[in-house]
């Protein structure tokens, strides 16, 4: 028989059952992956992942640290600690790590928030960093840690987190914590290497980040890379183009624009950066040509492309001048 207690009791059974309820919530993505045992993958654990062990707050560059080293560039939390800690904060912002691996020089490719998504790149090779809620959806405590493996028939995943360098977790826990991060996670891959869930605007889009941070010869292979799943993609072979220009290889944007105006005639941009490369080549003529075809096409950029035009035919003028 129930029997009340003391005043405030009953709230305190109700807080608790709430709690209960957040802790039992449903795990549909974890579920669905463990319904079908028969076709679960092998096991996985990317034992070579680096391992930096987390001061307090200092999640956000141990992880950023950890898949940076796997990917190639040295660096160490201490270092990374500037670029992305924010001590009012008492921590880092998705952001600031996104920022930071461009500036390594790696492609930071955020993949898309779904548990077969994530084990899929792990399984490729690549350890992804997430973004987890330990504490509760009223009551956050935000912590980044590194997916490094899973073994499905043992509902496990496995972490570098915190000062765990073999973190593990069910996969309802830590799906839990994952969804109250907006299942955020986050590749740092080698620009000559594509996530095993490439799409090609979202790779071209992490790679626009690097033409800012103006990581020319990263961005020349991340473009290159990108060409040999999507040949035909004007976006890329334009940002391959542009990547040469400035690491003033003008033959070979040459080639990337020549390329994009015989395979897509009515693409102005691409006859109006070809006129550029051939008047800085001397080759005024055929850069006229180039020119004055962008300006029939017109389009948003039409102003660009008569200043392009005007520029061309200068010094065409000064040349006859001569």
Not at 271 to 279: K, P, R
Request: with cysteine.
């Amino acid at each position: 028989m129930f029997r009340q207690g003391p005043p405030g009791s009953l709230r305190v059974v109700f807080l608790m059952a709430a709690m209960l309820l957040l802790v039992a919530c449903a795990s549909p993505q974890s579920d669905r992956l463990l319904k079908s045992p028969q076709t679960f993958p092998p096991p996985v654990e990317l034992t070579g992942t680096p391992f930096f062990p987390q001061e307090d707050f200092q999640c956000g560059p141990a992880a950023l640290a950890t898949v940076l080293n796997w990917a190639g560039a040295s660096t160490t939390p201490e270092a990374l600690a500037p670029q992305v800690y924010l001590p009012e904060q008492q921590g880092s912002l998705q952001i600031e790590l996104v920022a930071a691996t461009r500036r390594h020089g790696r492609v930071p490719y955020v993949i898309e928030p779904r548990m077969e998504t994530l084990l899929a790149e792990v399984a490729a090779g690549h350890p992804a960093l997430v973004l987890q809620n330990l504490g509760l959806s009223w009551l956050a405590r935000w912590h980044y840690a590194v997916v490094i493996g899973f073994d499905l028939a043992r509902n496990e995943i496995i972490l570098r987190s915190g000062r765990n360098e073999r973190h593990v977790m069910s996969l309802q826990s830590f799906e839990h914590t994952w969804q109250r991060g907006n299942h955020w996670a986050m590749l740092a891959l080698p620009p000559g290497r594509l996530p095993a869930s490439a799409e090609e605007a979202a790779w071209l889009q992490a790679v626009t980040g690097l033409e800012r941070a103006q990581r020319w010869q990263e961005t020349k292979t991340a473009y290159e890379t990108a060409l040999s799943r999507w040949p035909d993609s004007v976006a890329a072979r334009m940002g391959l183009g542009n990547s040469l220009y400035a690491m003033k290889d003008l033959a070979g944007a040459e080639r990337a624009y020549r390329y994009i105006t015989l395979s897509t005639p009515s693409f102005a941009p691409a006859f109006n950066n070809l006129a550029q490369v051939l008047a800085e080549q001397g080759q005024l003529k055929p850069a006229e040509q180039a020119a004055r075809r962008a300006v029939s096409l017109g389009g948003s950029l039409e102003a660009t492309y008569q200043e392009t035009l005007r520029q061309v035919l200068d010094r065409l003028g000064v040349a006859a001048k001569r």
